[in-house]
Nanobody
Framework: QVQLVESGGGLVQAGGSLRLSCAAS????????MGWFRQAPGKEREFVAA????????GYDDSVKGRFTISRDNGKNTVYLQMNSLKPEDTAVYYC????????????????????WGQGTQVTVSS
C-alpha cells in the first residue's frame, strides 16, 4: 500500500506557474503508476495527467497539453506536476492517485483505475 500527501498549491495570477508535489510513503512506490486529477466546485473530478511506473510513458488531458508536465523521482518517492501558463479555469482542488501495476509502461486517465488517493491541494488562479 501507499499513502499520498499533496503540497504546493496556492494562489497565483493567470499566466503564472506552480509546482505540485505528491509525497508517497511505502516501500512499493516503484510499482505504482501515478495520476493527477482535479475537481472544481460543482463539477465532476477530471483527469489531468498520468505517468507510468518507469516514468517513460505520460499522458495529459487536452486542456493542459503543452502547459503541464508530470514527472516522478522514485528516489524521493515523489510525483510532481509542473503547471505553467495557468488559467482561471485551472482553479480546482488537485489530487494525486496511485495504482499497483506490473506493467512498467502502463498508465491510465480513468479515475476508476486508481486505488489510492491523497487529500488534495487547492490551486486558485486569479484573472
Amino acid at each position: 500500500q501507499v499513502q499520498l500527501v499533496e503540497s504546493g498549491g496556492g494562489l497565483v495570477q493567470a499566466g503564472g506557474s506552480l509546482r505540485l508535489s505528491c509525497a508517497a510513503s511505502g516501500r512499493t512506490f516503484m510499482t505504482y503508476a501515478m495520476g493527477w486529477f482535479r475537481q472544481a466546485p460543482g463539477k465532476e473530478r477530471e483527469f489531468v495527467a498520468a505517468i507510468s511506473v518507469s516514468g517513460g510513458s505520460t499522458g495529459y488531458d487536452d486542456s493542459v497539453k503543452g502547459r503541464f508536465t508530470i514527472s516522478r523521482d522514485n528516489g524521493k518517492n515523489t510525483v510532481y506536476l509542473q503547471m505553467n501558463s495557468l488559467k482561471p479555469e485551472d482553479t480546482a482542488v488537485y489530487y494525486c492517485a496511485a495504482v499497483l501495476t506490473f506493467d512498467t509502461s502502463w498508465r491510465s486517465q480513468r479515475a476508476m483505475d486508481y486505488i489510492y488517493w491523497g487529500q488534495g491541494t487547492q490551486v486558485t488562479v486569479s484573472s
